[in-house]
């Protein structure tokens, strides 16, 4: 594997802005627009007490209103998107040697091609043409990788799923070896923890590691486990937990040591009320900026606070403040699939 110069920052260390895109009536959203704005109003105030909120749409008018009762800075931009999931096609920024910033621009196909994505794969350029963001442009197109398919330590360590990134769905012509070349030259990893997923149930990511597994300070891993009640009611899924406990429990730093872990208790499952198919909720799906943790809540208080709890023991010192996402799960996303956190040094303010 390459060993270069390049760093991916921990999610840990300090930002400038979060970036969220405002849903609008040409998203899957249209059907419950008002209740999903309802959960980004409370997600941008959130995220407005920690950093700069960079708000996205083809129109920030009705967002502009929705958000004006926010006394905080919060950066808009016009520009077209498909849908609200900026983990996915966000820009990606690594360190070069002299910790300039690299903005890299991988391509996205909408997890394997499943909706369109044409718009949402241009937010980046756009942005950069602006002059919203500041650094050295890389273009990776060329090679589909989502931002909630990896989790960086900062030191060179990427966690990762086999079922979302050997996916043939996403970089087919590419071995398990051409992928890891790719992240060591584009990502700078010099060390990959390989998780076997086969994806909450309900998941339309093919296993994106930031909904069941997460890297936090001091070789710590937080990952979802079984229900705190006993173990989950679906057999498939109940299964697929115990597995993934396993693999996780198998993976080593780069010394050799396993890893601190810390389990979560899976959400009790929640129903989607139209066709009645499980949704992917999970607490793995947090965002950490600037010394505080957002976590999804899913209004089951007991699990709600046993997460919360969990969470606060893996992250000493940060602040974990709790954000209703039972409007985003609808869509089969949370917290941390609706965000992408960009570096101050990265904006033009």
């Known amino acids: 594997m390459n060993d270069n110069t390049l760093r991916l920052p921990a999610e840990w260390e300090p930002q400038g802005a979060v970036l969220v895109a405002w849903p609008h009536p040409d998203t899957d959203w249209d059907y419950m ?17 920690h950093a700069t909120p960079i708000v996205i749409a083809p129109d920030t008018g009705r967002a502009r209103s929705l958000l ?27 360190r070069n040697a002299a910790g300039e910033p690299i903005l890299t621009d991988f391509g996205f196909n909408a997890w394997g091609g499943k909706f369109a994505h044409d718009r949402d794969n241009a937010v980046t350029r756009a942005m950069l043409s602006a002059g919203l963001l500041r650094g050295t442009y890389t273009d990776a197109l060329g090679f589909i990788l989502e931002g909630g398919s990896i989790e960086s330590d900062g030191h060179g360590t990427l966690m990762v799923t086999d079922s979302c990134l050997l996916t043939p769905t996403r970089n087919p012509s590419l071995t398990k070896a051409d992928i890891e070349r790719r992240l060591a030259d584009l990502l700078g990893a010099r060390h990959i923890l390989w998780v076997t997923d086969g994806g909450i149930v309900g998941d339309d990511t093919d296993g994106h590691i930031d909904t069941i597994a997460r890297l ?37 730093t780069p010394s050799g040591q396993p890893y601190n872990l810390f389990e979560l208790p899976i959400p009790d499952p929640i129903y989607d009320e139209d066709d009645g198919s499980r949704l992917p909720a999970t607490y793995a799906n947090y965002l950490i900026i600037n010394g505080a943790i957002l976590m999804p809540t899913y209004g089951q208080p007991r699990n709600d606070e046993l997460a ?7 992250y000493p010192g940060y602040t974990v403040e709790k954000v209703d996402c039972r409007a985003l799960i609808r869509q089969h996303g949370s917290l941390h699939c609706a965000t992408m956190q960009i570096p101050s040094d990265v904006l033009p303010i």
């Open 68 to 94: 004006a009762g926010i006394d905080a800075d919060i950066l808009f931009f016009d520009v077209p998107t498909d849908d609200t999931w900026t983990r996915d096609y966000g820009v990606i920024v690594t």
């Open 308 to 314: 919360a709890r969990i969470i606060a023991l893996a």
């Open 33 to 49: 627009l008002p209740q999903v704005e309802e959960c980004y109003v409370h997600l941008v105030r959130a995220i407005a007490r």
């Open 216 to 252: 936090a300070p001091d070789d710590t891993i937080v990952f979802v486990g079984q229900p705190a009640a006993g173990r989950d009611p679906d057999p498939q899924q109940a299964a697929w937990l115990d597995a993934l406990r396993e693999s996780v429990m198998s993976l080593r």
